[in-house]
């Protein structure tokens, strides 16, 4: 399956665990959202969109632009269409410092890649997360794979390869 993953932001944990993946997924390329080359969409099947939730008090403001919403917004604007594409999502977040909105911004990510007619995939149980509220959970389970390098670092190799295996890649 022709597979891209593409993250922001650049240089932290979120391209940190994209480069994870592209040694768990041989031949699978990243890519930061910033430099993606369009074109690079049209052969792809698999989506692999992976973000970080900086927290409430950064969400919307003007100082941290979201390229997230520039990205799906060129998606529409260049009429690239997203019918019969798949996207996974995975979430960078702090489940101790951001318990009433751990990995909010995964459910963004998926409401946008719904609306431009793709096909989400890979969601993951709550399970071993201690947080009190995410808009990231529907019907119980999350939109994407959360992960929280802060606290749980510990936990993330084992709970990439159990994603990447539910992918069927």
Known sequence: ????????PKGGN???IAEKMTTKLNGVKAYCVEELDFNMLSDTELLILGG????????????????WAMFFGELKAKGISMEGKKVALYGLG?????PSHFVDSMKDM???A???GATLVGACANKDYHFDASEALV??????LPL???TQASKTEARIDAWLKGLDL
């Open 1 to 8: 399956m022709n597979t891209k993953i593409i993250y922001w």
């Open 14 to 16: 979120v391209e940190k």
């Open 52 to 67: 970080s939730t900086v927290g409430a008090d950064h969400w919307n403001n003007e100082a941290y632009p979201d390229a």
């Open 94 to 98: 702090n489940q101790v410092l951001y």
């Open 110 to 112: 998926a409401d946008a």
């Open 114 to 116: 719904i609306s431009t």
């Open 139 to 144: 019907d119980g389970q999350f939109v994407g």
């Open 148 to 150: 929280d390098e802060d």
